[in-house]
C-alpha cells in the first residue's frame, strides 16, 4: 500500500518489492490508503507521502521522525497484520525494501523479530556507475549509493558538449549538443528513480588539438579541436605526464568569461543537478603552465605554479555558479596536485613528523578555495592510489582547515579502482580489510560524504567483495571486521569454503599493506611507480622497460626508495602464494549447486558459488603476475646498471648479460602461465552489455583513446585487452630469441 501521491523514488520501490515478492511465488496487487481496508498489507512511504505511516509515527510507533529528511534512514516493524516499511525520505523507503528482502531470506540472525531501525553513518556515499544502463544504476542502489558519476567519460565530460557561449560560440554544432543534453537529461532520470543524485564529471580546461601539430600521448585520438578558439588564448601545458600539450588560458579574461557563461547556463539549464566534479590535468584536461604559456606572458602574468591556477579556475566556476544557485558545489578533484614538496616527502621517508608550517598543495587549496567549494582528495597519505590506512600530519590539517573554512570534505577512495588492482581486471582485487580499515579512517574526521571514485565505474558484473565490504562499512562503520568479512565470505561461497576464503583474503591484505607502503612511495609524486603499473608499457620487453625505467631512478634517493619498494614486492609474493593456496582449496570445497548470497546484478546466466571463486582466483594471478612483472623491471634496472659500471671488463659484462638473460626467460615463463587465467576470466565474468552503449566500446581490437564523442572507451583495461597484450608480449620476447 501506498499514499495517493508517492515520490518517484517510492514507486521504484514499491515496484522492486512487488519484483521480490513474485520471486517468492506471492502474488501482489499494489493498492493506494484511500481504497485499503483489508489486513495483511504490507504500507510503504514517509510521513509525507503517506497518512498511514504519519498516524504511525505519532503514536510513537515507528521512529523515523527522529531521523532527519536529509538522512537515508528507515523503519521495518511489524504492526499487528500489517508490515510498514517506511523511510526517513523516498530513498529511505526503497533501502527498506532492500532490508525486507534480506530479512525475507534469514540475512541475519538477530533480526526475527522485524523491528530494524537503521540510519547510515556517512551521509554521501558515492560510487561512480555504468549509468546507461539501468540494471546498473539498480545495483549501485542495492550497495546504498545515493551520489554517483557517470564512470570514466561515458557521457561527454566537456561543458561545452552541454550548454553554448557568447564568448566562442561554435565549438560543436547544435544538433551534436542536442544529443549530448538529450542523453544527460536521460542519465538523470534513470539515476532519480533509484534515488541517485548525479554529479556530472567534468575535465575541465579540456586539452587541445591544433592544426599543423603533433597529437600528444593521451590523446591521439583528438579531444577537442583547438583551432575554433582565437590563438591569443591558447596556453601550452606541461602535463603531469611531462608532456606539453594545448588548453584554454585559465588567466585570460575571455577564457574566465567563457566558463562563467557556461556554468551559468548549465546551472540552469540543468536545475536537477546540484553539483559537480572538476578533474584536471589527467585524462584529456589539463592546466596552462605560467611558465611556459605565451598567453600569461603577455598578459603579464607572474609564473604561477598548477595549484594557484587551479584555485584561480576553480573561483570563477564557482562564483559563477552561486549566482544561479546559491547552493550549487563545484567538487574539486586534485588528485594531480596534492603531491608533496621534495622536503615533506624526505621527512616522510625518514619516519619523521611534517612541521604544523610546512605547506603541501592541497593545504594551499583549502586555504584558498571559496566556501561552497566541496573538496575530493586523497592526498592524506602520500599518494592517492595509495590512500590506504596510514594517517599522516597533512591529513590531519587538512580536515581541520576544512572544518574552520566550512569546506566539505570527500574522502576519495581509489583503493577500490586504482590504476594497479582494477584495470587488468576489469575490477574485483578482493581486499576487504584494507577497505574496511580506510573507512574507519575516515569516519573519525565526520560523516558529510565517502567516495569510492572509480573512474572506470562499479564493476557491476563481478560482485566486488571490496564493494559488499564498502556498503556495510558506509552504512554501519560500527559493525565488528572480522565478522562482517567472514559473514560475508560464508554467504558467497557457503559455509567451510566461506572460511577458506576469509584466511586468503587476510594473505591478500598483507599484499595491499606492502603494496601501498608509504616509505616505499613518498616519490610517487614523480609519477616513478606510476610507470610500473599497468600501462601499455607493461607489456613491452623487460630489457626495453627496465632501459627506460632506469633513467627515471638516475637520482641515489629514488633508487633507494625503488630498493625498498623491490623488497616489499618480492615479500608480496609469498603471501600471493599463500592466499592461491587457500583459494585452490576454497574453489575445490565451494559447491556447484549453491549461488553466492548476494548478488545485486543479474545476469543472462547465474554464476555458482565454485565459478564464483574460480573468477575471484583468475583476478588474483594476474594481479600477481604484474607485481612479479614490476619485480623483474626493478631486478633487471640494477643488472643494466651494473653493466655499464663494469665497462671495460668482459667477463664480468658478459656474467650480466647471461643473468638479464635468464631474468627475460623467467619473466617469459610468468607471463605464459598468466594467460589461462585470464582467458578463464573472460569466460567466467558476465558483460554489462547494455543496446545504448556505442558498440566502438565492445570492440576488443580497440586500443586506449577517444571515440568520435571524445568518450573514453570502457574497455581501454578489460580482460580482453590484458589477453591480446600478453599474447602480443610473449610474441616479441620469443622473436627476440630469448625463449629458452
Known amino acids: 500500500m501506498t499514499g495517493e501521491k508517492p515520490d518517484i523514488v517510492e514507486e521504484t520501490a514499491a515496484f522492486e518489492l512487488k519484483k521480490i515478492l513474485n520471486k517468492g511465488l506471492l502474488e501482489a496487487v499494489r493498492i493506494s490508503e484511500n481504497t485499503a481496508s483489508l489486513s495483511g498489507k504490507l504500507i510503504l512511504g514517509t510521513i509525507k507521502s503517506s497518512e498511514t505511516i504519519r498516524r504511525l509515527v505519532e503514536k510513537g510507533e515507528i521512529r523515523i521522525g527522529e531521523v532527519s529528511v536529509n538522512d537515508d534512514g528507515f523503519h521495518l516493524k511489524r504492526a499487528g497484520s500489517d508490515i510498514v516499511i517506511a523511510g526517513a525520505n523516498p530513498r529511505g523507503v526503497l533501502y527498506a525494501v532492500y532490508r525486507f528482502e534480506d530479512w525475507l531470506r534469514g540475512d541475519r540472525a538477530d533480526d526475527k523479530s522485524l523491528d530494524i531501525f537503521e540510519v547510515p553513518y556517512f551521509r554521501t556515499r558515492h560510487i561512480p556507475g555504468m549509468l546507461y544502463d539501468q540494471e546498473a544504476i539498480r545495483y549501485l542502489s542495492r550497495l546504498r549509493v545515493n551520489s554517483s558519476t557517470s564512470a570514466h567519460s561515458l557521457l561527454p565530460f566537456s561543458m561545452h558538449s552541454y550548454v553554448s557561449s557568447d564568448v566562442f560560440p561554435g565549438i560543436i554544432d547544435e544538433n551534436t549538443r542536442a544529443q549530448y543534453r538529450a542523453e544527460l537529461r536521460g542519465t538523470i532520470e534513470r539515476c532519480r528513480r533509484y534515488g541517485i543524485e548525479l554529479f556530472p564529471w567534468f575535465m575541465e580546461p579540456v586539452a587541445l588539438l591544433m592544426k599543423n601539430t603533433p597529437r600528444v600521448g593521451w590523446w591521439k585520438t583528438g579531444i577537442t579541436n583547438g583551432d575554433v578558439f582565437p590563438k591569443e588564448v591558447i596556453g601550452i601545458s606541461r602535463w603531469h605526464r611531462s608532456m606539453d600539450t594545448y588548453s584554454l588560458c585559465v588567466n585570460h579574461p575571455k577564457v574566465q568569461a567563457h566558463y562563467a557563461d557556461m556554468i551559468k547556463r548549465f546551472v ?11 578533474y584536471q590535468n589527467d585524462t584529456g584536461s589539463c592546466l596552462c603552465d605560467s611558465s611556459l604559456c605565451p598567453c600569461c606572458k603577455k598578459l603579464g602574468i607572474k609564473p604561477l605554479g598548477y595549484v594557484e591556477n587551479h584555485v584561480t579556475f576553480m573561483r570563477i566556476l564557482q562564483k559563477a555558479a552561486n549566482e544561479v544557485n546559491p547552493q550549487f558545489t563545484v567538487f574539486v578533484g586534485p588528485w594531480h596536485f596534492d603531491r608533496y614538496d621534495r622536503e615533506t616527502a624526505e621527512l616522510l621517508l625518514q619516519g619523521k613528523e611534517i612541521p604544523p608550517g610546512s605547506q ?31 594517517e599522516v600530519p597533512a591529513f590531519k590539517r587538512a580536515m581541520d582547515t576544512c572544518r574552520k573554512r566550512g569546506v566539505t570534505m570527500g574522502f576519495v577512495d581509489l583503493f577500490l579502482g586504482c590504476d594497479e588492482f582494477w584495470p587488468p581486471t576489469g575490477g574485483g582485487f578482493p ?39 564498502w556498503k556495510e562499512g558506509a552504512w554501519n562503520p560500527n559493525q565488528d571486521k572480522e565478522q562482517t568479512v567472514k559473514r560475508i565470505a560464508v554467504r558467497q561461497f557457503g559455509q567451510i569454503a566461506g572460511e577458506k576464503m576469509y584466511l586468503a583474503w587476510k594473505e591478500l591484505g598483507k599484499v595491499v599493506s606492502l603494496w601501498g607502503d608509504p616509505v616505499c612511495r613518498v616519490s610517487y609524486f614523480e609519477r616513478l611507480f606510476h610507470y610500473l603499473e599497468a600501462g601499455n608499457k607493461m607489456y613491452d620487453t623487460l630489457s626495453a622497460r627496465a632501459e627506460e625505467s632506469r633513467k627515471l631512478f638516475s637520482k641515489p634517493e629514488n633508487w633507494k626508495t625503488a630498493l625498498l619498494f623491490r623488497e616489499n614486492l618480492k615479500l608480496m609474493q609469498e603471501h600471493y602464494e599463500k592466499a592461491a593456496s ?17 548478488c545485486y546484478y543479474e545476469p543472462e546466466k547465474e554464476r555458482n558459488c565454485k565459478s564464483y571463486a574460480q573468477q575471484l582466483y583468475n583476478q588474483v594471478k594476474i594481479i600477481q603476475w604484474i607485481h612479479k612483472h614490476q619485480y623483474y623491471v626493478l631486478c633487471a634496472v640494477e643488472i643494466l646498471v651494473k653493466i655499464d659500471q663494469a665497462q671495460g671488463n668482459e667477463d664480468e659484462t658478459a656474467i650480466l648479460r647471461e643473468n638479464l638473460k635468464q631474468l627475460e626467460q623467467k619473466e617469459l615463463i610468468s607471463t605464459e602461465s598468466v594467460i589461462p587465467f585470464v582467458e578463464s576470466l573472460i569466460k567466467l565474468q558476465p558483460r554489462l552489455m547494455d543496446k545504448s552503449l556505442p558498440t566502438e566500446c565492445y570492440d576488443p581490437k580497440k586500443r586506449s583513446g577517444y571515440d568520435h564523442k571524445g568518450i573514453m572507451l570502457v574497455n581501454f583495461y578489460t580482460p580482453d585487452h590484458v589477453l591480446d597484450n600478453l599474447k602480443e608480449h610473449v610474441r616479441k620476447i620469443k622473436d627476440l630469441n630469448i625463449a629458452p
Open 582 to 598: 587457500l583459494m585452490t582449496e576454497a574453489i575445490n570445497l565451494a559447491s556447484e549447486r549453491e549461488y553466492p548470497y548476494y
Open 360 to 390: 603541501d598543495s592541497l593545504q594551499y587549496m583549502l586555504q584558498n578555495m571559496d566556501i561552497h567549494s566541496g573538496l575530493l582528495s586523497t592526498s592524506f597519505m602520500s599518494d592517492g592510489h595509495l590512500a590506504f590506512n596510514h
Open 431 to 469: 581486499a576487504p580489510f584494507n577497505a574496511w580499515d580506510k573507512l574507519q579512517t575516515y569516519r573519525k574526521y565526520g560523516r558529510d560524504v565517502i567516495w569510492d571514485e572509480s573512474g572506470h565505474g562499479a564493476p557491476v558484473t563481478i560482485l566486488d567483495i571490496n564493494e559488499l565490504i
Open 268 to 278: 540552469s539549464d540543468f536545475p536537477e543537478v546540484k553539483s559537480i566534479l572538476v
